[in-house]
């Protein structure tokens, strides 16, 4: 079965879409996805809810509509994210200093401890994901892909 995959794999490498970009960053975000949510299901976190349990954690106080922004989600998604960490103790929703009407999401304290075990598994899932890359190319990687989702 590993052997039919591969030799699939193989001849539908050579064809005209495994070399355009907008496809292998699709297919290599998919796979990404797939080693996070491995990892974090220990923690019954995935990649969204862990994005999202992420930027609680980092001291920058986003609001639910930067949250929705940042990570191209729908704001229903991002509500269901927050509502999900809310009820299991990992964030809280605070009134936003600068504009009462908004709410900004902070991770509590177990929402740290949380997210310092998720970076963790998400580590081993990147590691996973980009073994075929030295340090250098996980660098230049890095910094390709930051110029593509903020500076595009």
């Known amino acids: 079965m590993a052997a039919e995959t591969s030799a699939l794999r193989h001849r539908l490498r050579s064809t005209d879409l495994a070399t355009e970009i907008e496809f292998l960053m699709a297919r290599a975000r998919a796979l990404g996805t797939t080693h996070a949510n491995e990892q974090l299901a220990s923690l019954k976190l995935k990649a969204r809810s862990y994005a999202v349990l992420a930027l609680a954690c980092s001291q920058s106080r986003p609001s639910q509509r930067e949250l929705a922004e940042f990570l ?78 903020f500076e595009g």
């Not at 081993?124 to 593509?148: I, T």
């Open 72 to 149: 191209s989600l729908d704001a229903s998604q991002i509500v269901a994210l927050v509502d999900d960490l809310e009820r299991r103790g990992y964030v809280v929703r605070e009134a936003d200093v600068s504009d009462r009407r908004s709410n900004v999401i902070v991770g509590t304290s177990e929402g740290m401890a949380l997210c310092q075990r998720a970076v963790s598994a998400v580590t081993v899932a990147e590691n996973k994901s980009l073994k075929a890359l030295d340090e250098a190319e996980r660098d230049q990687l890095r910094d390709l892909l930051a110029r593509v989702a």
